[in-house]
C-alpha cells in the first residue's frame, strides 16, 4: 500500500468510525400514524370445525362434531359459524369488522412447521414474521418497537423482539433508583442520582469527542448513547402504565392458565405511549387429544372473550381505529374423534382478520368440503374451482396481508418474497367464496 | 390307462393357465391407496405393498387422483393376500408398482419381507432419483405418510404446564425477592432508628456537658 492510498484508507476508516453503528437508531422517534398490527397465535391448533369453518355431521361417516347432534350452523351477516362456546356473542357483535379465511392448506400436522408456516408464510424457518417485518419498516427506532410473547419468534435479525407480559421489567428499568413494591422508597436519593446522571452525560460527550476510541469502542458508546436516548421515551410508557392502574390478572380454567387479557393491556399501552408498532400475543392449550370438546370449548370461549376485551380496551385507549387483529393458529383438528374423545392434527385451518369498520368485513374467503378437505377455488373470482383452482397456502395470507399493511415492496421484505404463482384478492370487499357447497353438511343425524 | 392320466395331466394345466384374478369394480377411492369395491361396499381395502401420502397430506390428492385415472371406471383385476390387501391389475401391469413407479405412493417398510421387494424398491429409488411425483415436493413437504401419522397425534409442548411452572417460578422469585427488600427496609429503619438514637445520645452528651 502506498502513501496515497494509505491516507485515503485511514480517512474513510475514521469516517466510518464516527458513524452511528445503525442509522436507525439515531433516528428520531417516528410520529407513527399509520395502523397497529397485532396477531393473537392460538397455539397447539383450534378446531376451525368448531368456531369459523362450521361442519354438521354427514350421516354414514364418523362423527365430526359433537356440537352438530343438537345445535345448528348459525349465521351472522354473511358468516357462518358453529353453535358452540361463545361464538354466537362473538359472530353476532364483531361480524362486521372480521374476514375469515377458510380452507387454509398449512400442509404439516407438525406443531412446529404448522406454526412457523402460518406466521411467517414458509414451511422451512427463517422467514421473519409479518409483526416483525411490520415493525422493522414502521418502529426500527422505537424502544420496544416489537413484542413477541411467545409462538413463533422469527425475526430474522430486522429487529430485536420485547417480552412484554408483565408491567414491573418496565418499571424497573425507567425508574432504577426506586423500590419495586414502593415507588416512594428510593435506594439512591434524587441528588445523588442526579449527579451521577451528570457524571456519566460528561463522561459520555468525552467519550463520544476522544479521538483514540477503536471501532467497537465507538459502536458501543453509540449504542449506549442511543439506548439511554430511547429510555426517555420509555417514561412516557411507564407513566401511561402508572395511570392505567391495576392490570388483568391471569385467568385460568380446567386445563389452561391465561394471561392473554395482560398482554393485550400492555401491548396497547405501549403503542398509545408511541413505543411499540406492533405485537403477538399467545394463547396456548389447544392440543386437545384428550376431552375435546370441554377444553376446546374452554379454551375458543375464552379467546373470543378475550378478542372482544382488546376492542372494547382498544376503544377505550382510543386505538380501535387503528387495530388490525390476526387470529390464526398451527393448523386445525380431526374431522372426527380419536379413541379418547380427543381430536388430533390436521392440516386444513383458517384464520380470522379483523378490524374497526373494515370495507372487507363480514366476509368469507375459502372453502372446505364435508370431510374439512381443501376445496380449490379461482384466485380472481374467488368461485370454487374444482379443477385447474388453486389451493391457499399460508404464503398466499401471508402475501395478501403484507399487501394490505403496504410492507410488500419494502426494501426489508425483499430478501424474503414469497414464489407465489397465483395472488389472491382475499381484501376485495365485493367478492367472497360460498360456504356449505356440499348440502350433507346441513343434515342434522 | 396312461392315456386318461395324460388327458386328466393337460387338462389340470389348461384350468390353471385359464385361471385369472377375479375382477371386481371399484365404487369409491379413499385415498392413494385405500379403496372400496363395489362387491363388498362396507369395507376399506388397503392397497399391498404400498403407502400412499394421506389425503390431506401434500400429494395426497394427487396420489388419489391418479389411482382414480388408472382404471378410469373400467373393472380391474384383483389379487388379496393374507392380510386382505390388494394387488389391482389393469390389463396385467400392477397398479401397486406402479403408483411407487410413477412417485405417488412410497413402497411400504416392511416390504424387504415379500417376494416382490426388490421390485419395488427398485423402482422407488428411481422415482426419487429423478424426482418424479412426491420426490418433487420440497424438503419440508417430503414426510412418509407413517411419520404424517404419527405426528398427528404428537403433542404440542404443553404451553399449560410451562406456564404453570413459569409462574411458580416466578411467584417464588417475587416471594423471595419480597423477603429481602422487606429484609432490607428493617435494617434501613434500624440504621435510622440507630443514627437518630445516636444523634439524640450525642445532643444529650452535648446538652449535659454545656451543662
Sequence with gaps: MNRRNFIKMTGLTSLASVMPASLNLHAAPVDFAGKYLVTLQLLGAWDVSSICDPKMNVPGEDQINHWARDGETQTAGNIQYAQFANNAAFFDKYHQDMLVINGIDAQTNSHNAGVTHNFSGRISAGFPSLTSLYAAIHGANLPIAYINNGGYTETAGVIRNTRLEHAGEIKNIVKPTSSRWNPNNKWIPDEDWALINQYRDKSMIEKINSTNLSVRERRAVSNYKSALDSASILTDFSTALDAAGDLHEDESGTEYWSSLKRQMQLAMISMKSGVTISADLHLGGFDTHQNHDVLQGELLAHATDAIDFFWEYAEEVGLADRMVLVVNSDFSRTPYYNSTAGKDHWPVGSAIVMERNAPWGNRVVGATDEGQNVIPIDPVTLQPQANGGSIIYPKHVMQSLRDYMGISDHAIVSPFVFNNEESFDFFSSTKSTPQSGDPRNSVRI | ?211
Design chain 2, 1 to 211: 390307462m396312461i392315456f386318461r392320466y395324460i388327458v386328466l395331466l393337460l387338462l389340470s394345466i389348461f384350468l390353471v393357465a385359464c385361471t385369472k384374478a377375479p375382477a371386481y369394480k371399484i365404487k369409491h377411492v379413499v385415498d392413494g391407496d385405500t379403496l372400496v369395491l363395489t362387491e363388498f361396499p362396507d369395507v376399506r381395502y388397503d392397497l399391498a405393498y404400498i403407502d400412499a401420502p394421506e389425503r390431506e397430506q401434500p400429494y395426497g390428492r394427487e396420489a388419489r387422483a391418479y389411482l382414480k385415472q388408472l382404471f378410469a371406471d373400467q373393472q380391474v383385476d384383483i389379487v388379496f393376500n393374507v392380510n386382505q390387501e390388494l394387488e389391482l391389475f389393469v390389463d396385467g401391469q400392477s397398479i401397486n408398482y406402479l403408483m411407487v413407479k410413477q412417485g405417488y405412493a412410497w413402497a411400504q417398510l416392511n416390504i424387504a419381507d415379500s417376494i416382490d421387494s426388490l421390485s419395488y424398491t427398485e423402482a422407488q429409488k428411481q422415482a426419487a432419483n429423478n424426482g418424479t411425483g412426491l420426490w418433487s415436493l420440497e424438503h419440508g413437504l417430503m414426510i412418509a405418510p407413517w411419520q404424517w401419522r404419527e405426528q398427528s397425534t404428537e403433542r404440542a409442548p404443553s404451553m399449560n404446564s410451562h406456564d404453570r411452572l413459569k409462574r411458580q417460578r416466578e411467584l417464588e422469585r417475587k416471594k423471595a425477592l419480597e423477603q429481602q427488600y422487606a429484609r432490607m427496609e428493617r435494617q434501613r429503619e434500624q440504621r435510622a432508628r440507630y443514627e437518630q438514637s445516636k444523634k439524640l445520645n450525642q445532643q444529650v452528651s452535648e446538652k449535659e456537658l454545656t451543662k
